[in-house]
């Protein structure tokens, strides 16, 4: 049995309605809706670098059954055994979330967790992502509805990387979730469209319509903001998008947990 982490703790969200989107924010962002959702668990934190390291050290880039057919290809054909920047100073610390996977890397963690574990772990979708900063009241931030310095790492606290996943004890959700607004970008299953100019999965959100799907060359949703980015991209209705096999140093993930 794999060792359990501090930073594995999950945080149960219950089922019921919460706000989406905004109808005062960018297109993508509207119109505002209700979405209901049934209960689900999401990580505490970030994945680190200590927790991501007991995949390498697994094997993960050498397993194909952990990968999406597309990541699979990619990863062969591109020779990938690492993250980018897994040896780079400034992002390699152990309390630093793990920056330097695309999505395929993502999804390949998630898959070989629930293997090890015997439950059921995934990327968030768009929702569940969304549900866990805003929480029931419609907020736009993990901590209320005024975004205020010094509870995030975005550009403007001038830290010029990735901080510890528990650095802002003060920007947590009430319910103990940490990071939703700021240090780095998270990866959602959510699929934005075929191509980085087209949003083919707009508002209201449909979780029936294809966009969940793990399949297929996709640009995914991400979301949350980051160290390299200013404050308003942080906000909890936000979104953004990356190409499935591109990487980044501010881009990273965490996990939800499905009810067994």
């Not at 060792?3 to 945080?11: A, F, K, T, Y």
């Not at 994945?47 to 290809?73: D, H, K, M």
């Not at 959602?188 to 209201?204: D, H, I, N, S």
């Amino acid at each position: 049995m794999i060792d359990l982490l501090h930073w594995d703790e999950m945080v149960d969200i219950p089922a019921g309605p919460f706000i989406m989107g905004n109808d005062k924010g960018a297109e993508a962002e509207r119109p505002q809706h209700v979405v209901t959702l049934p209960a689900f668990r999401i990580g505490r934190y970030p994945i680190t670098n200590r927790q991501y390291l007991r995949f390498v050290r697994e094997g993960g880039y050498n397993e194909e059954g952990w990968w999406p057919p597309a990541g699979w290809q990619w990863r062969r054909l591109m020779k990938i055994d690492t993250p980018a920047l897994w040896r780079h100073p400034l992002y390699n610390r152990p309390e630093q979330p793990v920056v330097g996977v695309c999505w395929y890397e993502a999804v390949a963690y998630a898959r070989w967790w629930s293997e090890r574990t015997g439950r059921r772990f995934s990327l968030p979708t768009e929702a569940q992502w969304e549900r866990a900063a805003r929480g029931t009241d419609g907020r736009a931030w993990p901590w209320g509805d005024q975004f205020e310095f010094g509870r995030c790492n975005t550009v403007e606290a001038k830290h010029g990387q990735p901080t510890a996943v528990n650095a802002f004890a003060n920007g947590r959700t009430p319910e103990g979730v940490y990071d939703l607004a700021g240090n780095v970008w998270e990866w959602c299953r959510t699929r934005w469209g075929r191509t980085w100019q087209t949003l083919e999965y707009p508002y209201p959100y449909d979780p029936t319509d294809g966009r969940e799907d793990e399949t297929d060359r996709y640009v995914r949703v991400i979301r949350g903001g980051s160290w390299f980015d200013p404050w308003p991209q942080a906000c909890a209705t936000y979104r953004r998008r990356y190409l499935p096999d591109a990487r980044s140093n501010n881009i990273g993930f965490r996990l939800v947990e499905e009810p067994a």
